[in-house]
């Protein structure tokens, strides 16, 4: 079939729950992506900060072959050697003691979540525990994700949600502080805002929220679903700053494209919170994604992928510098290593569009802030290439709106 077809079949068989590009995607290699009609895509939306180590890694891909030979599913009532061998590795590189796979971001937060409310409960009894989260963020699309989610706009069509939820404004030590009373158990924020605008924490901010929470009997979750894993710079944004969270939750990156999530926690809340029967999943922490998660570890350290995002990401920041300078329509530039984003005074699909058409795929973050979160071993050729396509795609968007205005005034004077 071709790739109308495709579509067609498609926009048949699925429930209409996306706006997709219309692009049928037939194989990937390192930083691009190849349509079924042979069109190459310079890649800097990485699956949503997926797709870590590139497109078609051997050693990734033999990782799994060999998992695939010897077993891929036995369920959590046996034990497996993937799982305890991505634990550890996971527990040394997060500075965290106890870890519960799941297979998404969303189900990694519904677990943080039920962490926080149970230890709430074993230390006083009661069950009307509230739960502070932030305004503009973005947590997930299940139920009680959807709860901590900082945009009314996804969550009133399906309230009620689960209750006791309180939002603050991020970066905002004051507004937090405000929404805190005896029954807060928690507070929970993604240490970089992705989905709400690529905005990263302060510095000030964490130590304060940090401090409140120790003083107060109050547990810090953190979200690096998209933020960690190495796309700051660090393994995992927090180490940034040296606030160490309660609870984090983790996804995306850490399988590099198998459906697997996590969420971790210290020794502290492990021993006062979940307990036999009180959490569990089907699929979650099998042998085949387990085997993704500790071959990806291993390939971070291999293949120095901290040190590449550390000096890409600040030859990116550079380079986008010099477009926000060059162009009056980019109102602000922010972010940190592969995570960044160009703030815009219009809706940024047109350029986005237009770098489709160029072969160069980026998304958004609302609606007028272009998002670059591009596998972690883009290079600074890679940089200079997008750059390149932005730059041009740019240029056209403003000759077409000069354009306009020269026509608009025409007709006017007339």
């Known amino acids: 079939m071709n790739m109308k077809e495709y579509i067609d079949e498609a926009e048949a068989a699925l429930l209409h729950t996306y706006n997709r590009y219309q692009i049928v995607w037939d194989r990937g290699d390192g930083m691009y992506l190849y349509d079924i009609e042979g069109k190459k895509y310079l890649d800097f939306v990485a699956g949503i900060a997926v797709f870590a180590l590139g497109y078609n890694n051997k050693a990734y891909n033999d990782a799994l072959k060999q998992q695939i030979d010897r077993v891929i ?41 039920k962490a926080a409310r149970k230890y709430a409960f074993l230390r006083d009894g009661h069950t009307d525990h509230e739960i502070i989260a932030m305004n503009h963020s973005f947590h997930g699309r299940t139920m009680g994700a959807l709860s901590v989610t900082g945009n009314p706009h996804y969550r009133e069509a399906f309230e009620p949600l689960i209750g006791n939820v309180k939002f603050a404004d991020f970066n ?7 929404q805190v009373t005896d029954k807060t158990c928690a507070v929970i924020f993604e240490t970089i805002q992705g989905e709400g605008g690529i905005y990263p924490a302060t510095e000030t901010f964490m ?22 894993m190495g796309r700051t710079g660090a393994m995992f944004a927090w180490q940034r700053y040296g ?14 494209g198998v459906p697997v999530g996590a969420f971790l926690m210290t020794e502290r809340v492990a021993q006062q919170s979940l ?14 994604v387990c085997a993704a998660v500790s071959k990806v570890i291993d390939l971070f350290e291999e293949q120095q992928i901290l040190a590449n995002v550390n000096e890409t990401g600040a030859y990116l920041y550079e380079k986008l510098e010099e477009l926000t300078a060059k162009y009056d329509c980019i109102q602000a530039h ?81």
């Open 207 to 228: 130590k304060q929220v940090r401090a409140l929470c120790d003083e107060r009997g109050i547990l810090l979750i953190l979200d690096e679903i998209q933020c960690g």
């Open 334 to 414: 922010r972010g940190v290593g592969l995570m960044q984003g160009l703030a815009c005074n219009m809706p940024v699909s047109g350029i986005i569009n237009r770098a489709v058409e160029k072969g160069l795929l980026l998304i958004n973050a609302g609606a007028d802030i272009i998002r670059f979160i591009p596998p972690l071993i883009a290079s600074k050729a890679d940089v200079d290439r997008m750059v390149e396509i932005v730059d041009a795609c740019f240029a056209e968007c403003e000759a077409a709106d000069s354009g306009r205005e020269s026509y608009m005034r025409i007709v006017h004077e007339t």
């Open 73 to 113: 599913h036995t369920s959590n009532y046996y034990y497996n050697i993937p799982a305890v061998e991505a634990a550890k590795k996971l527990k040394t590189i997060a500075d965290m003691d106890r870890v519960f796979f799941t297979n998404s971001g969303a189900e990694a937060v519904e677990g943080a979540l």
């Open 172 to 178: 905002d030590f004051e507004s937090v502080k405000a």
């Open 275 to 288: 307990t036999s029967g009180d959490h569990g999943t089907t699929y979650g922490g099998n042998p085949l």
């Open 243 to 256: 606030v160490k969270p309660d609870i984090m939750t983790i996804a995306k990156a850490v399988g590099c």
